[in-house]
């Protein structure tokens, strides 16, 4: 399976508005299967942005994230500002006009 980028953030912004103690089955992503999103939070997990407890996917457990994770989504967000700056100001990438 690919690493979805989109999933990871995904995964990153639900942790952070619900993560603590979540049940099984209460880790869902619209639009993305349980074995996508489980897969992705093991790959956050192994890379240091969540920590989970060793049950956590299988019945209830921690999973929270870390200095690193929360790190990670700032920079996230602040790329968003600085692109939609960006455009607002002009600069930013423009849409290709057909040639004719």
Not at 12 to 17: A, I, N, P, Q, Y
Not at 22 to 42: C, M, P, Q, T
Not at 73 to 83: E, S, V, W, Y
Request: proline letters at 4%; hydrophobic letters at 40%; one cysteine or more.
């Amino acid at each position: 399976m690919k690493r979805d980028m989109v999933l990871v953030r995904k995964v990153l912004e639900f942790v952070e508005e619900k993560g603590s103690r979540l049940f099984k089955g209460s880790i869902g992503i619209e639009g993305y299967d349980r074995e996508a999103v489980v897969h992705h939070i093991y790959l956050l997990a192994d890379a240091g942005f969540v920590e989970l407890g060793q049950e956590t996917l299988t019945n209830k457990g921690p999973l929270v994230l870390t200095w690193k994770g929360c790190d990670y989504i700032d920079h996230l967000r602040a790329k968003d500002r600085q692109a939609a700056t960006a455009v607002a100001a002009g600069s930013g990438p423009r849409p290709a006009v057909p040639r004719g």
